[in-house]
Nanobody
Framework: QVQLVESGGGLVQAGGSLRLSCAAS????????MGWFRQAPGKEREFVAQ????????YYGDSVKGRFTISRDNAKNTVYLQMGSLKPEDTAVYYC??????????????????WGQGTQVTVSS
């Protein structure tokens, strides 16, 4: 099993920045594609970003392109989500996700094997 623990959430004003971290435990972290999703009240879980296991290519949801950056540090078994130019509509619980050995972009929740507990991000106007 892979265990994922998110941190770094909090309250920030619109236009501000925040960095989320996801610490992973389990075998061969570097062989896992990692992702971030978010879920706002009354909405389904939304794809935010993905970083591939093999080439570190990145993908982003349309709503966060140009504002968010996903990165990983395999030596630390950690994936990050740097969020900038935050908007009130970014308010959500943010979840870290993982799946092994695939570089295919998967936006659906069902395509991911492991999930963290989530961390709350609240953006005030």
């Amino acid at each position: 099993q892979v265990q994922l623990v998110e941190s770094g959430g909090g309250l920030v004003q619109a236009g501000g920045s925040l960095r989320l971290s996801c610490a992973a435990s389990g075998r061969t972290f570097s062989m896992y594609t990692m992702g971030w999703f978010r879920q706002a009240p009354g909405k389904e879980r939304e794809f935010v970003a993905q970083i591939n296991w093999s080439d570190s290519s990145t993908y982003y949801g349309d709503s966060v392109k140009g504002r968010f950056t996903i990165s990983r540090d395999n030596a630390k078994n950690t994936v990050y989500l740097q969020m900038g130019s935050l908007k009130p509509e970014d308010t959500a619980v943010y979840y870290c996700a993982a799946r092994p050995l695939t570089n295919v972009l998967i936006r659906s929740r069902g395509g991911w094997n492991y999930w963290g507990q989530g961390t709350q991000v609240t953006v005030s106007s």
